[in-house]
C-alpha cells in the first residue's frame, strides 16, 4: 500500500474542541461554555500543546529528503557529500577615466544603480594607473631633396600619444615645409610620449587643408620618419577630444548573483576611487554571475544522487559536474577524447547558467572534482562547447485587449528558456518551441516560421539563443 502522508500539526482551536470532546465523553454535563472553569483550562493548555504539535510535525517533514526544510535539507545533502552551489561572482573589465598618473588600487568600488535606491557594487581586483602621456610637441621637418610622392606644396605635420585605451589630442604644430616639387618628407625629433604611451600617431596637413592620418611609429623609442606616403592614401583626422587618459582594470561583482551580469555601459556610479578618477563605465557585459542554488534544485539533485548508486557512470560523471559553481547543465560521452574516438577515455562538456560556456577555472574545477572519485582505468577530459546560434520567428494571433508589445517579451523569455535547457549535442524541436509558446497570457495562436526544420547539434556543439522574432 502506498504511505499516505499525515498531518500531526493542530492549531489551537482543534486542541481546545478535542479537549472538549474527550471531556464531554466521561462527563456528560460538563460546563464548556467560555465562562466556565473547563473551557479556561482547556485554552491555556492548548496555547502549550500548539508549540508540540508544531513542533513535532517539522521535526516529522525534517527526516524526510522531500519534505525538509531548508537548513535540514543541507544536512542532508552534507551526509552525502553534497553541497548547495553557493553561486558565482560576475567578472568583467572597467574603464576609468581621470587625471593623468592617478593610481586606482585595488578594491576600488564602483556601482551600478538598479532603481529604488539599490546599489550593485563591483571591486577592481588589480593596481592600475591612468596614463599621463603628456602634451606632444613639434616635430622637425625636412626636405630630403628625394623624389616621392608628397607633392609640391606647404606642409605641417602633429603628433599624438596612443596609449591602451585611447589617443591624444594632436600636440603642437611643426614649422611650416615648403616644397617645390614631390619629394619625400623627413620627420625628425618627433616626441616621445609619457608613462602609459605604447605608440606615436603622426598626421600632416598640405596647404592648410586639415591635418590627415599619415602613420603610426610603433613603440615610445623611434623618433624619426621619411614620408613617402601619397596624398590619396591619407586616413581620418586626429581625434578631438583626448581618450587617452583612461585604463582598462579588471573587476569582481561584490556578491555572487546573477543581478550582477550588468549589460554594456551601466556602472556608472563612482564609490570609493581616488580623487583623480572623473569618470567609470564597463564597455563590455560582465559575466559569469550565478544566484545560490534554488532549494528545490537542490533537493532534485539530492534525491537523484540519494536513488542511483555512484558507479562511475555517465550519469555519475554527469552529475558531480552539475554540482560545481558555475555549472547549469553537463553531459559524458564515453571513448572519447574531446571529440576523437578512443577507448578509456570520457569528454565531459559543460554548460553555464543560460546557456553560457564556462570559464577555464569551471572547467578546472569540474576536472579537479572528476579526478577525486579515483575511477579506474578511465582518462577523463573536461570542456566545453562550441556555441551555435538559433534564430528564431514566430507570428503570434492575439487574444482579445491585447496587444503585440503585451507579449513579445514573454515569448522572447520562453523561447530562450527552451533554448538554454536543451543539452550540449541536443536538438531545438520546432515542436519544442511551440510548446513553450502555448499557454502564455495574450497568445491565441502561433505559428513557428523559422527554423523550418528541427536544429540539431554535434557532441562539441551546443544550440543557444540567436535572432528571436515576435510579429
Known amino acids: ?23 464531554q465523553t466521561r462527563v456528560s454535563d460538563v460546563h464548556v461554555e467560555e465562562d466556565g472553569t473547563f473551557r479556561m483550562w482547556a ?5 502549550t500543546l500548539e508549540g508540540l504539535y508544531l513542533a513535532l510535525q517539522i521535526q516529522r517533514d525534517n527526516i ?7 537548513v535540514e535539507l543541507r544536512r542532508h545533502g552534507e551526509q552525502f557529500g553534497l553541497t548547495v552551489k553557493q553561486g558565482t561572482f560576475a567578472t568583467g573589465s572597467l574603464l576609468f577615466t581621470g587625471a593623468a598618473g592617478t593610481l586606482i588600487e585595488t578594491g576600488a568600488m564602483v556601482g551600478v544603480d538598479v532603481g529604488e535606491g539599490d546599489t550593485l557594487y563591483y571591486l577592481t581586483d588589480a593596481d592600475a594607473t591612468i596614463p599621463a602621456p603628456g602634451d606632444p610637441t613639434a616635430p622637425t621637418l625636412t626636405d630630403s631633396g628625394v623624389a616621392s610622392n608628397p607633392l609640391a606644396g606647404t606642409y605641417e605635420y602633429v603628433v599624438t600619444f596612443v596609449t591602451a585605451a585611447g589617443e591624444t589630442v594632436a600636440g603642437d604644430v611643426s614649422l611650416p615645409l615648403v616644397t617645390a616639387a614631390a619629394r619625400r618628407i623627413d620627420v625628425s625629433n618627433i616626441p616621445v610620449g609619457g608613462p602609459g604611451t605604447l605608440h606615436r600617431k603622426l598626421y600632416r596637413q598640405r596647404d592648410g587643408g586639415g591635418f590627415k592620418f599619415v602613420t603610426q611609429i610603433n613603440g615610445n623609442v623611434t623618433t624619426t620618419f621619411q614620408d613617402t606616403v601619397a596624398e590619396g592614401a591619407l586616413g581620418s583626422a586626429p581625434p578631438s577630444e583626448s581618450t587617452a587618459e583612461r585604463v582598462s582594470v579588471t573587476a569582481i561583482a561584490e556578491e555572487t548573483g546573477e543581478a550582477y551580469n550588468a549589460v554594456i555601459g551601466s556602472i556608472r556610479e563612482l564609490v570609493q576611487v581616488p580623487d583623480g578618477v572623473t569618470d567609470v563605465t564597463n564597455p563590455a557585459v560582465f559575466t559569469g554571475g550565478t544566484d545560490e542554488e534554488d532549494m528545490e534544485a537542490f533537493r532534485s539533485r539530492l534525491l537523484d544522487f540519494i536513488r542511483n548508486p555512484r ?4 550519469a555519475d560523471l554527469e552529475s558531480w559536474a552539475e554540482a560545481i559553481d558555475g555549472v547549469d547543465t553537463a553531459r559524458a560521452f564515453p571513448n572519447d577524447n574531446e571529440g576523437v574516438a578512443t577507448n578509456g577515455h570520457t569528454t565531459v562538456r559543460i ?20 579526478q577525486a572519485q579515483d575511477i579506474a582505468n578511465m582518462t577523463l577530459h ?14 503570434i494571433t492575439l487574444e482579445s485587449g491585447y496587444v503585440l508589445a503585451d507579449v513579445s517579451a514573454s515569448v522572447q523569455e520562453a523561447i530562450t528558456d527552451y533554448i538554454n535547457s536543451v543539452p550540449i549535442g541536443g536538438t531545438v524541436y520546432v515542436a519544442g518551441l511551440y ?7 495574450g497568445v491565441a495562436t502561433v505559428s513557428v516560421t523559422t527554423p523550418a526544420v528541427d536544429q540539431t547539434a554535434t557532441a562539441t556543439q551546443k544550440r543557444t539563443p540567436g535572432t528571436i522574432s515576435v510579429t
Not at 562550441?386 to 528564431?392: L, M, P, R
Open 382 to 395: 573536461v570542456t566545453t562547447f562550441t556555441q551555435i546560434a538559433t534564430n528564431v520567428t514566430v507570428a
Open 351 to 370: 554548460a553555464g547558467p543560460n546557456g553560457s560556456v564556462p570559464s577555464a577555472s569551471v572547467v578546472a574545477a569540474v576536472l579537479a572534482a572528476l
Open 435 to 441: 510548446d513553450a509558446i502555448f499557454g502564455l497570457p
Open 64 to 70: 524526510f529528503v522531500p519534505t525538509a526544510n531548508l
Open 1 to 23: 500500500m502506498p504511505i499516505e502522508a499525515d498531518v500531526i500539526y493542530r492549531n489551537r482551536d482543534q486542541i481546545v474542541a478535542d479537549l472538549i470532546s474527550r471531556m
Open 43 to 47: 485554552e491555556v493548555a492548548a496555547e
Open 311 to 314: 558507479t562511475g557512470s555517465t
